[in-house]
Structures are given as C-alpha cells and as structure tokens.
C-alpha cells in the first residue's frame, strides 16, 4: 500500500534544518515513534537543495528554504542557526504554522514558551507569537532530572560544572574532533606544553584543541568574562522552572566526547534532604533513569549513554558541609533530550491540539 495514502488529514510537518546533527537525529526519531504525520517536508538552505534524507523509511528530496516551502505547514521545528530562525520562523508563523525553535533566537522573549515536556508542559499552550522554544543543550541536559528534585525539595541553588560533547557545536564539532583524533592517534603527544595545539593546527569551531584535551570554554564572551553558554544555563533553568531569582552559576567545559553532555551539579535547597529521598524521587521521575551504585562501578558515563532517550543520574551524595544540598552527575545526549527528542515530544503535543 501507499504509505501516503493512509496519511490523509494529518498534520505536515517541516523540518527547517534537516541536513544538520540535530536535524538528521531529528529525523531518526520520527522515523521511530508512531507516524503522526501527513507530508514531512525537508528544508535546508540551496546548498542542501535535491539532496534526498531517509525519513519514515522514505527517501525524500530536501528543498530550500523559502515562503513556499510553508505553504501547507501546521508545524514546522528550525534546527538551524540563531539568524536564520530570527528571519524565518516568524514567516512560518505567518504562513499559518506553529514553529517549535531549536535555536537560541527567541528562548528569553517573554511572549515564548521556552518549553520541557517533563517540567513545565502547561507552558507551550500560551505562545502568543506561535513559536515555543527548546531550551539549549546543556540546560536540556539535566533539567527534568533536577525539575523532580526541584518539585520534591524546592530548588533554591545550582552550582553546575559542564562537560560537554563537540556535537554540541554542529556537525562543524563532530568533524572537528574526527579530524584532530587523526592527528594525534598512536602518537606520544600530550607530553609537553604545546605539543598538541602544534599537531591539531586548526581547532575548527572550538579556541583551543579539543582532542587530548579539556576546553574551559563554550559559547562566545560576554560581560564580566561569562560565556553565553553559562548565561544560558542560569537565564533558561531559571525560566522553565518558573524561579526568576533562582542562584545559578556555571562553568562550562567541552571535552572530547562525540555526543552527550555530563553535568557535575551541586543543588541546595529549601530543606534538608537524604540520598535515600533523593533517588525515590529520581527513581519515578519520567524521563530520568537512576543508575547510582559506584560499589559495582555503575554511574552515567557518555559512551554509555549516547543514543538513548532519558536523562541518567548517579554519584548521588548528600553534600558534606550543607544537609540542605545534594552532589550529582547527570548525562543526556545533547543531540537527542538535548535537542531533537525534546522538539518531536512539544511537536507530537501540539498536534493532538489541532483540530482534526
Ligand atoms: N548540536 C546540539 O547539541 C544542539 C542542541 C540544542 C540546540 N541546538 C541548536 O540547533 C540549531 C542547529 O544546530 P546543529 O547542531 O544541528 O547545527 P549544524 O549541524 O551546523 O546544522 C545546521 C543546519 O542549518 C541549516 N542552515 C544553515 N544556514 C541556513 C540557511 N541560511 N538557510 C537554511 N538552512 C540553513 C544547515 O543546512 P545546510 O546543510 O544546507 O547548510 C543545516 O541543516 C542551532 O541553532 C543550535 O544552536 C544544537
């Protein structure tokens, strides 16, 4: 049968961004959970143009980004730079789409939903300007698993230190790192201050070599020496969890991990908590997975987390010197919950609003 042919009535979707890292894993969960779909439509910039993507097991042509390529749109998610969805989410919008914006354009603007599943649902049924924003990949990261705390404990701090994957930068990341692991692999380089930088040459989208390496910085510089990756993690935490004075301070590092962010988070809160809470809680959270028993060496690493869906927490510990307070490592693929997964579940939410 014509696969097409049972699709009729169904909402279309477009997918502005499919040929990059969050857009071609965007694509594999579609093809993945139930077909909701009437057309996915695929939409790239000209270079992308004619080029044909695999999606619910079909292949299907990519076309450039125009007004046209909206026309028919009920939702369309951007996965593509802040600038191009500045310019063209608002043109979906106006050609009668609901945009779900992947990118950091519009999170702060009061008038968007900046929107988890797991968090704070509600939120993406008031979206007057018809965009609801993802948040950004490292807060995504770990913030339905610090969401349940926060709605057993009630948050009042968050302390957090990133280590984040390349993929994190794009595919431009992914590449990047590929290529400075060829440079260095069977050498006996990371022994002398320089040796590496002189190897890798060009460090791509990172400022410093990222293989054999750790890099104390992500995002672009902004006052007071933060990155916009750290602004980014205490302005969003602070708007999906709905605490507007939330102290939050981060310093965020990329590593040379494919895919996958980790999190070593210190979190305070208004009473005093026990581990032994601390995992119920974590335990029946939707969307967490605890993995918490280093005796058997079991704790969340990237390589082992990397492709999956939840959010993975172990190293619990109640903090020494603050009962109020809890230590934790949590990993989330960044590309994944991080990104594509968070964007398909507003997506298929949204959806089953329309009218049929
Ligand atoms: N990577 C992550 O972990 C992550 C997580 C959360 C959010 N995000 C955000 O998601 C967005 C996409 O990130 P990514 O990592 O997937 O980047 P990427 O791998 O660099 O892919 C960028 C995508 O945007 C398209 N594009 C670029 N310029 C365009 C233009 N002028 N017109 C139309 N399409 C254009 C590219 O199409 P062509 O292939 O045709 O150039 C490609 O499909 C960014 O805003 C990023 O900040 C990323």
Redesign the pocket.
Known sequence: MNPAAGRAGRPTLAVV???????TVLLGILSEHADIWGEIRLI??P??AGRKLAVRGEQVEVVA?TEDAFDGVHLAVF????E??ARWAPVAVGKGAVVID???AFRMDPDVPLVVPEVNPHAARVRPRGIIANP??TTLSMIVAIGALHAAFGLSELVVSSYQAV??A???GIDALREQHARVAGTDLGTQPGDVRRAVGDTGPFPAPVALNVVPFAGSLTEDGWSSEELKVRNESRKILGLPHLKVSATCVRVPVVTTHSLAVHARFENEVTVAGAHEILAAAPGVVLCDDPAAGEYPTPADVVGTDPTWVGRVRRSLDDPCALELFVCGD??RK??ALNAVQIAEAVAAELPS
Do not use: E, I, M, W
Request: charged share 10%; hydrophobic share 30%.
């Open positions: 961004g499919a040929t990059g890292a969050v857009g790239a910039s270079r992308s980004l996965d593509v730079p802040d191009v969805s992947n990118s950091g950004n990949c993929s994190g794009g595919q431009a960044n590309l991080g990104a």
